[in-house]
């Protein structure tokens, strides 16, 4: 027993090292190294509902330690610019292929959330992104809000932008993570 002054350090019985590796060999025999086929088959099927490539989602999947629940867009990412609030045709066929999880968008202005809505019966819902001039809570606040409001928690959706600032909305929402808009959507044209 550890008495005052005791820094519990490792014991000094006898057979110490011989109980250390037979716990770790116990141990490694629980947890295998590898994922079960069934397993990889699904999160395969998984990583294609959403539109990501196996090897995307499964480092999100273990970053994130959950499934992923939500698309957050930027505008920027969905192509989403100048005049009119529609984005291009091959961006909403790769929005329309997404199951089994909620097509969110953040809507730089001038854009109008409701006119994005309208335009692209593809997403779910949208909220207006935000400012460049909002500060780190500001813009935490905005993002967390949004992805509350969908009532999903912000660990399970994944953001999508297309600049430098979009970046940091993945830190600041708590997200699963931030994925560039040139990798989701691939090479697709516009």
């Not at 912000?154 to 932008?161: A, D, E, M, P, Y």
């Amino acid at each position: 027993m550890a008495g005052m002054g005791h820094n519990n350090g490792p014991t000094m019985e006898p057979g110490h090292v011989y109980r250390t590796h037979m716990w770790r060999k116990a141990q490694k025999r629980l947890m295998p190294n590898t994922i079960p086929l069934l397993i990889v088959r699904m999160r395969v099927q998984r990583a294609a509902e959403l539109g990501l490539d196996y090897k995307t989602y499964a480092s999100i999947r273990q970053a994130a330690g959950s499934d992923i629940l939500g698309l957050l867009f930027s505008s920027n990412a969905l192509r989403i610019i100048g005049d009119g609030a529609k984005m291009p045709d091959a961006r909403a066929r790769a929005l329309a292929e997404v199951k089994a999880a909620r097509r969110l968008s953040l809507v730089h202005a001038p854009h109008q959330p409701p006119a994005v809505l309208q335009a692209n019966p593809v997403l779910d819902a949208a909220a207006a992104a935000p400012r460049f001039t909002d500060s780190w809570t500001q813009m935490s606040e905005r993002i967390q809000g949004f992805i509350r409001e969908q009532r999903l928690p912000g660990n399970q959706v994944l953001i999508i932008g297309d600049t430098s600032v979009e970046s940091e909305w993945g830190t600041a929402a708590r997200a699963a993570g931030y994925l560039p808009a040139d990798r989701y959507f691939g090479q697709l044209s516009a």
